[in-house]
């Protein structure tokens, strides 16, 4: 399946055609040079920052280039990575499914007719997700958003400490806090939340969705909080859903490293990032989207790895809790993964 999904993966990248997906974009101010490799590349004025402002003037003096023998995009003040991945930023949709409208007009030697093309796509980056070539920006980026909200320490008791080792920020201008993703020590995206008004602040409007994501954001092929559990060798983790969380177990002191999901729908890419540990404890919300994502965890993962499951008290994650030996209990009191299964069995027949 992986070296199905590789080569097909592959095969789309090869046969993209870059000069057509700059006539469709209307790029500006292009010229064809040679670089320093021998390969051909295309300089413009940056697309993306028609999607995510991010030049003066437009990126009147270009400063995005496009490779046309690697199949690679980079904006050197901002972004690079493979084309299929802008064209997820171009198009604002965080998969590969949601460019196959578009990427089947973009590949030369076309052997199928656009159905076809689509239903292939469908049939096989539904089987699975497929880590390969994630987005990838300039730290730069996170300059303008280096502030801390008062709502973060103030109600939410996210300690500074925390602020700086996640380099959490705030966008004055959407007033939503930032939490950056880095994976492998590269910055891969972010995540913003909305913040809830309050008498000494206003709350972001609108503020649906809770969390918004950078375009092409990896949130099922990676986990927050994973390239720290890996730098210091740990061999056990909890795992939780919001970048919230993680937050909060800096804050508090608590001893094993906390990595999240971003949200209650796992994938298997995720399941396999966990099985890197010894002991996995699952610490999921208490509503029906956190019941099944825990269960998913649970049932792939325990037959790998020692697993144990947290029982959430209603309505209420590890972000709820205002002191560290609070959440230490609650992380005594886990279940191990059999018995756990063994309950769950147990109250759905008896439904």
């Not at 937050?247 to 209650?264: D, E, N, Q």
Request: hydrophobic share 40%.
């Amino acid at each position: 399946m992986e070296t199905r999904l590789y080569d097909l993966y592959r095969d789309y990248e090869r046969r993209l055609d870059a000069r057509q997906i700059l006539d469709h974009y209307g790029a500006s101010n292009v010229t064809e040079i040679v670089a320093a490799d021998g390969s051909t590349e295309l300089i413009h004025s940056c697309l993306i920052d028609r999607v995510q402002p991010h030049h003066a003037n437009g990126d009147a003096h270009p400063s995005a280039a496009l490779n046309i023998d690697k199949n690679l995009y980079v904006c050197y003040n901002y972004w690079g990575g493979s084309l299929l991945r802008l064209i997820m930023m171009l198009e604002g949709v965080e998969d590969l499914n949601g460019i196959m409208p578009v990427v089947g007009g973009f590949l030369t030697g076309a052997t199928k007719d656009e159905v076809s093309l689509r239903e292939e796509f469908e049939a096989v980056f539904a089987e699975s997700v497929y880590s390969v070539d994630l987005p990838s920006y300039s730290e730069r980026v996170l300059g303008p958003w280096m502030l801390a909200h008062p709502y973060m320490y103030d109600v939410r008791g996210i300690s500074m400490e925390a602020h700086t080792r996640l380099k959490i920020g705030f966008d004055e201008k959407e007033n939503r806090i930032v939490f950056p993703h880095f994976w492998d020590g590269r910055l891969v995206g972010w995540q913003k939340r909305a913040v809830p008004g309050a008498p000494g602040w206003p709350g972001t409007c609108p503020d649906w969705p809770k969390y918004r994501s950078s375009s092409g954001f990896p949130k099922s092929e990676t986990l927050y909080g994973y390239d720290e559990a890996k730098r210091i060798k740990s061999r056990q983790v909890v795992v939780v859903e919001s970048p919230m969380s993680v937050a909060k177990a800096i804050s508090l002191w608590i001893g094993i490293p906390v990595l999240a999901t971003f949200g209650a729908k796992v994938s298997q890419t995720q399941i396999d990032l966990l099985k890197d540990f010894d002991y996995v404890t699952v610490w999921f919300d208490d509503d029906p989207a956190g019941h099944a994502g825990e269960r998913k965890i649970v049932e792939n993962l325990y037959r790998h790895t020692s697993v144990g499951v947290v029982i959430p008290d209603p309505g209420m994650d590890m972000a709820d809790y205002s002191d560290g030996e609070s959440v230490c209990n609650k992380l005594d009191s886990e279940m191990p993964a059999a018995f756990w299964l063994a309950e769950r069995d147990r109250e759905e027949l008896s439904l």
